[in-house]
């Protein structure tokens, strides 16, 4: 079966410092795989989407950035925190033959939080 | 472009109540309809979902039919459990996006005992 890992799970980093977290998925091949933010009180904002190794799309402009430097792992990055950046962060995959369903799988979760 | 609409929470019941979380939506084309689910300190689960009009997605109890003339995909369940404390999203996804869905803000639900 499919399983999707992301670490770590709670961080506490200090404003303009690094950031990496990182994403696995097992058991699956090339897969679609997210970045979705999560801030505190809203919904879910769709930050990065790979179809491919090397392939990024971004949706939204801001000072993070994602790499996939092989098929099943994704990491989303940033060379200078804000304080904007505290939230939720989660990673997901689908299927990219079942793309077309719009189902994704969760992994659970880092939560970030910027001071 | 597409856009999901969810009723504000957040929204307390007391155990065995009826639960209506109201989600409209707006997109171009025959979307796809989700409700996912997030517990407490954990990443979303898929809870149902519905592909085309007048599907019906149901599971643990929650039933939602998506309703293309009203544009709607409300969530319901008869009698909530303590166990059913969330956060509810409902979500589409259309032919040009796939998988990239796009969210409705999320409502809180409390279940007291």
């Known amino acids: 079966s499919q399983t999707i890992h992301q670490w770590p799970a709670t961080l506490v980093q200090p404003v303009g410092s690094p950031l990496s977290l990182e994403c696995t998925v097992e058991g699956t091949s090339n897969p679609n795989l997210y970045w979705y933010r999560q801030a505190a009180g809203r919904g879910l904002q769709l930050l990065f989407y790979s179809v491919g190794i090397g392939q990024i799309s971004s949706e939204v402009p801001q000072n993070l950035s994602a790499s996939r430097p092989q098929d099943r792992q994704f990491i989303l990055s940033s060379k200078k925190l804000l304080l904007s950046d505290s939230g939720f962060y989660l990673c997901?995959?689908?299927?990219?033959?079942?793309?077309?369903?719009?189902?994704?799988?969760f992994g659970e979760g880092s939560r970030l939080t910027v001071l | 472009g597409d856009s999901v609409t969810q009723m504000e929470g957040p929204v307390t019941l007391s155990e065995e109540a009826f639960l209506t979380i109201n989600c409209t939506y707006t997109?171009?084309?025959?979307?796809?309809l989700f409700w996912y689910v997030q517990y407490p300190g954990e990443g979303l689960q898929l809870l149902l979902k519905a592909t085309k009009a007048d599907d019906k997605g149901s599971n643990k109890g929650f039933e939602a039919t998506y309703r293309k003339e009203t544009t709607s995909f409300h969530l319901e369940k008869g009698s909530v459990q303590v166990s059913d404390s969330a956060v509810y999203f409902c979500?589409?996804?259309?032919?040009?996006?796939?998988?990239?869905?796009?969210f409705g803000e999320g409502t809180q639900l409390t279940v007291n005992p």
């Open positions: 997109a171009t084309g025959y979307p796809s």
């Open positions: 979500a589409l996804s259309d032919r040009t996006s796939g998988s990239r869905l796009t």
């Open positions: 997901a995959w689908s299927p990219l033959a079942g793309g077309k369903t719009g189902e994704l799988f």
